[in-house]
């Protein structure tokens, strides 16, 4: 199970939608809480969601023994990511740039970057997605409830790393960081849309191989 969900929480994890705002905050006039705020949301959102969904497929009677659709989910699941992957690829050059809402996030108080964070995980559809075929992956195994919620731990763990790196690092480092974490966004927001194509259509190919094989 743990070897399954890194690639779903790779789609997170290198998402430039996740990082950019990661880097935005701490650009604020209070950084470190700010940036701590941010984190603290975001992990939080990515838990929420994903045991929903944990508990949603014990619903299904999944968490104590593995369906028999747990395969197809899978498949199902990678060939949607391949779709919006070569989808995004196709629209590429219309998503140039970072949207524009993100601007502001470089304005944010602690508690409102921590809203905000949560907030982000829900109505970003890629992070719902995966969030929602994480829980179902999870609860789908038949470990029993307490397992599973080990594999929320990891899975959120690994797709929240990458914002907790930039935030940490400031928190050691401070402003000579500023710099490159600057560089960092400004070159994630020119490729944004192809490094999230990327990413989609790769990680969809292993979940749609991981799901044919269990058939």
Not at 67 to 94: D, E, H, M, N, Q
Not at 153 to 161: E, G, L, Q
């Amino acid at each position: 199970m743990l070897t399954e969900l890194i690639p779903l929480a790779l789609v997170v994890a290198l998402s430039p939608l996740s990082i950019i705002p990661a880097v935005l905050v701490l650009h604020t006039p209070r950084p470190r809480p700010t940036g701590a705020g941010f984190l603290v949301g975001w992990v939080l959102g990515l838990a929420v969601l994903t045991v929903v969904f944990v508990e949603v497929s014990g619903l299904l009677g999944g968490l104590d023994e593995k369906p028999r659709w747990a395969s197809w989910l899978r498949i199902v699941v990678g060939a949607a990511l391949i779709a919006f992957g070569i989808y995004r690829w196709t629209v590429r050059k219309r998503s140039d740039h970072a949207p524009a809402w993100m601007s502001r996030l470089s304005t944010l108080t602690p508690p409102k970057a921590m809203a905000t964070a949560v907030v982000l995980t829900v109505v970003n559809p890629k992070v719902l997605f995966i969030c929602a075929a994480a829980g179902l992956a999870i609860g789908t195994q038949g470990l029993g409830r307490h397992d599973a919620y080990v594999g929320v731990a990891y899975f959120v763990a690994v797709a929240a790393s990458t914002v907790a790196l930039p935030i940490l690092a400031y928190v050691v480092s401070g402003d000579r960081l500023r710099g490159p974490l600057s560089r960092l966004k400004d070159w994630m927001e020119r490729q944004h849309a192809l490094l999230v194509a990327i990413i989609l259509v790769v990680i969809g190919v292993m979940v749609l191989y991981k799901g044919i094989h269990g058939l």
